[in-house]
């Protein structure tokens, strides 16, 4: 099971840390990825960090997000900086048991709830 937290209000140009709490997965084994989706719009893919480390990013948050993990704490956070009102939307965090770092929806696993990230302007 992932859980997902961290989300709120906040205006442009301002910071959020997202986190995604796995219980009964070890997230060093999978690919950990978040995703958003914004009302009326597809879900895209945002971050994906493999379980070697290797991380990669949209081109639209590159540069202001930084994924990460924490083994210990079991947990993979998504550091969102200088936000702009286009990141409003509802963030997933999902595992893939495959390889690599995939930026489909459809190569992922497993999914957690959504945090909801507003950003006012």
């Known amino acids: 099971q992932l859980q997902a937290s961290g989300g709120g209000l906040v205006q442009a140009g301002g910071s959020l840390r997202l986190s995604c709490a796995a219980a009964?997965?070890?997230?060093?084994?999978?690919?950990m990825g978040w995703f958003r989706q914004a009302p009326g719009k597809e879900r895209e893919f945002v971050s994906a960090?493999?379980?070697?480390?290797?991380?990669l990013y949209a081109i639209s948050v590159k540069g202001r997000f930084t994924i990460s993990r924490d083994n210990a704490k079991n947990t993979v956070y998504l550091q969102m900086n200088s936000l702009k009102p286009e990141d409003t939307a509802g963030y997933y965090c999902?595992?893939?048991?495959?390889?690599?770092?995939?930026?489909?929806?459809?190569?992922?696993?497993?999914w957690g709830q959504g945090t909801l990230v507003t950003v006012s302007s």
């Open positions: 999902a595992a893939a048991e495959l390889s690599g770092l995939p930026v489909h929806a459809s190569g992922y696993n497993y």
């Open positions: 009964g997965r070890t997230v060093s084994n999978y690919c």
């Open positions: 960090i493999s379980s070697g480390g290797s991380t």
